[in-house]
């Protein structure tokens, strides 16, 4: 089981290269590489899928994801773009009435458990109650800032909050 000093301790053994005098700014940039780690891993497992970003958009947007006007506005497609994607996706089977059918949400799945794995790989030195400690101290904070409304609830990130 690892310390209150463990976080440190990890930055410092390589995790990154922070300095101690500064945690905030250390705790801060491991974050961002995990968080910039686990959404690449999502793009590659999309990518190895064969799809676009503007086709997994538009399928996170039929699955209740977010809402389609918030990835307009922060991705910069237009609407034309957005009806002929989705309805390649409804011609490939995946949409049906722009809702995700049965054959899309398998995909969905998949490429979800192939994030997961990917994802995972920066806390395969920590055991089970190594990552159960972590989540226990992460979850104060994460309340917090759920409760803050600066993430909105639907998100194009497709961030669940937790309450």
Same mark, same amino acid.
């Given at each position: ?5 463990? /976080? ?5 053994? $390589? ?6 005098? %500064? ?21 590659n =497992? ?12 538009? /399928?996170?947007?039929? @699955?209740?994801g977010?809402?389609?006007? =918030? ?25 049906? %009435? ?5 054959? $899309? ?10 994030? %997961? ?6 806390? $395969?030195?920590?055991?089970? %109650? ?11 904070? @994460? ?14 990130m497709?961030?669940? /909050?937790?309450?």
């Amino acid at each position: 089981m690892f310390t209150d000093d463990w /976080l440190l301790a990890t930055l410092d053994a $390589g995790c990154h290269r922070g300095s101690r005098d %500064d945690p905030v700014a250390a705790l801060w940039q491991l974050a961002t590489n995990l968080r910039e780690h686990c959404g690449d891993s999502h793009v590659n =497992a999309w990518a190895t899928q064969g799809f676009t970003s503007l086709e997994v958009a538009v /399928l996170f947007v039929a @699955a209740g994801g977010t809402s389609r006007d =918030a990835l307009l506005a922060n991705r910069g497609w237009t609407d034309a773009e957005w009806a002929d994607t989705t309805a390649l996706l409804e011609q490939r089977g995946l949409l049906a %009435d722009r809702i995700t059918t049965e054959h $899309g949400s398998t995909i969905r799945a998949e490429v979800e458990r192939v994030t %997961d794995e990917l994802a995972e790989q920066p806390f $395969g030195c920590l055991d089970l %109650d190594d990552r159960q400690r972590l989540l226990d101290v992460l979850e104060g904070p @994460a309340r917090a800032v759920s409760r803050s409304t600066t993430i909105p609830a639907i998100n194009p990130m497709g961030v669940q /909050l937790i309450s």
